[in-house]
């Protein structure tokens, strides 16, 4: 393989942390691959476009238009087609904290959210969305879409870039935010009393109260380009569902036996990373070690890749490496994880 590009969002420690967190880190690998590298650029993030950097990142790396428009794209990795010309949202059912001074959106991979459970809330809402004209469709438990043709005006920001953060400042924004936020009121009212929630509560867990929308694209009859390189691991629903089925989950294995270059994203850092659980987000960390980074390097020296491209992200910006065999050899250069202190 000549190029694999590797996308590690959250792998860039918060700031303030860094240095105790490299401190605790054991990474030789990685140590090398950052230290040793033909290009290395830090980029700082755009606010304006409501998602986290490495959403940003992906959506121009596979031409997904100026904005991370995924619905469309992720419909079809579900087996649905949605309709050219007609615009979509991702949908996902969530919980919405309501605290004394703020209101807060819950990381979605703490809810436990079953097949079961989602599917009981989803048949509660449909009837009521296809008669306002707006129906839904089922991905995954987690992972809901929504045609809404007359809301092209519509920005929302992306659920791991408003979860744990003060919601007044990530709500979605334009003409028709106001009609969506009466639709929320509405299913909201419906999933008050529904049995799911009644035993989910029984058994200790957060109701699902609201949904969160996102990700409008307007279908086309091509999938986008470069939808066909990328790989994922770890990776929430929607974003899994961009890639081929079998690249879903992939081993680094299957990747590097592979004649083309290859878009791969892990997504194993960002939920310690957002529960700011720094013990899991060290643990998940030598793991990569152990099972990417290692290996990686090793294909590096041996030759069987030619390139690795490291796009690692945190919440402010990303950091761009690109190594190769002759960057390796750049004895002279002292092996450091210091870039992952990028700010």
Same mark, same amino acid.
């Given at each position: 393989?000549?190029?694999?590009?590797?996308?590690l969002?959250?792998?860039?420690?918060?700031?303030?942390?860094?240095?105790?967190?490299?401190?605790?880190?054991q990474?030789?690998?990685?140590?090398?691959l950052?230290?040793?590298?033909?290009?290395?650029?830090?980029?700082e993030?755009?606010?304006?476009?409501?998602?986290?950097?490495?959403?940003?990142?992906?959506?121009?790396?596979?031409?997904?238009?100026?904005?991370?428009?995924?619905a469309a794209? =992720?419909?079809?990795?579900?087996?649905?087609?949605?309709?050219?010309?007609?615009?979509y949202?991702?949908?996902?059912?969530?919980?919405?904290?309501v605290?004394?001074n703020? *209101?807060?959106?819950?990381d979605?991979?703490?809810?436990?959210?079953?097949?079961?459970?989602?599917?009981?809330?989803?048949?509660?809402?449909?009837?009521?969305?296809?008669?306002?004209?707006?129906?839904?469709?089922y991905g995954?438990?987690?992972?809901?879409?929504m045609?809404?043709?007359?809301?092209?005006?519509?920005?929302? =920001?992306?659920?791991? =870039?408003?979860a744990?953060q003060?919601?007044?400042?990530?709500?979605?924004?334009?003409?028709?935010?106001?009609?969506?936020?009466?639709?929320?009121?509405?299913?909201?009212?419906?999933?008050?009393?529904n049995?799911?929630?009644?035993?989910?509560?029984?058994?200790?867990?957060?109701?699902?109260?609201?949904?969160?929308?996102?990700?409008?694209?307007?279908?086309?009859?091509q999938?986008?380009?470069?939808?066909?390189?990328?790989?994922?691991?770890?990776?929430?629903?929607?974003?899994?569902?961009l890639?081929?089925?079998?690249?879903?989950?992939?081993s680094?294995?299957?990747?590097?036996?592979?004649?083309?270059?290859?878009?791969? *994203?892990?997504?194993?850092?960002?939920?310690?990373?957002?529960?700011q659980?720094?013990?899991?987000w060290?643990?998940?960390?030598?793991?990569l070690?152990?099972?990417?980074?290692?290996?990686?390097?090793?294909?590096?020296?041996n030759?069987?890749?030619?390139?690795?491209?490291? *796009?690692?992200?945190?919440?402010?910006?990303?950091?761009?490496?690109?190594?190769?065999?002759?960057?390796q050899?750049?004895f002279?250069?002292?092996?450091?994880?210091?870039?992952?202190?990028?700010?």
């Amino acid at each position: 393989m000549n190029q694999l590009t590797l996308v590690l969002p959250y792998a860039l420690p918060h700031p303030e942390l860094a240095a105790d967190l490299i401190k605790a880190l054991q990474a030789p690998a990685l140590a090398a691959l950052l230290s040793r590298t033909a290009i290395s650029t830090l980029h700082e993030v755009d606010y304006a476009a409501r998602v986290l950097p490495h959403e940003a990142w992906l959506a121009q790396a596979l031409a997904l238009e100026q904005e991370p428009a995924f619905a469309a794209h =992720a419909m079809r990795g579900y087996g649905l087609q949605p309709e050219a010309g007609a615009r979509y949202f991702i949908v996902h059912p969530v919980h919405i904290q309501v605290d004394r001074n703020h *209101v807060s959106l819950g990381d979605m991979r703490q809810l436990a959210l079953g097949e079961a459970d989602s599917r009981a809330l989803f048949e509660a809402a449909r009837p009521y969305c296809e008669e306002i004209g707006q129906p839904l469709y089922y991905g995954d438990a987690q992972t809901w879409f929504m045609r809404a043709d007359g809301w092209s005006d519509l920005q929302a =920001a992306s659920p791991d =870039a408003a979860a744990t953060q003060d919601l007044s400042t990530w709500m979605p924004e334009g003409e028709h935010a106001r009609a969506l936020r009466r639709l929320q009121n509405e299913i909201q009212m419906l999933w008050h009393e529904n049995s799911v929630n009644e035993a989910r509560e029984s058994r200790g867990l957060k109701t699902i109260n609201s949904f969160w929308l996102w990700g409008a694209s307007q279908a086309a009859n091509q999938q986008a380009d470069g939808i066909t390189r990328l790989h994922t691991m770890d990776a929430p629903g929607w974003l899994a569902a961009l890639a081929e089925p079998a690249q879903r989950n992939t081993s680094l294995h299957s990747v590097l036996a592979g004649k083309d270059d290859a878009l791969l *994203v892990h997504g194993g850092l960002i939920g310690p990373s957002l529960a700011q659980d720094w013990g899991s987000w060290l643990q998940e960390m030598r793991a990569l070690e152990q099972h990417w980074f290692a290996p990686l390097l090793a294909a590096l020296q041996n030759g069987s890749l030619g390139k690795l491209r490291l *796009v690692m992200s945190h919440r402010d910006g990303w950091l761009d490496c690109t190594t190769s065999k002759n960057a390796q050899r750049k004895f002279w250069r002292k092996h450091t994880l210091n870039k992952l202190k990028a700010s």
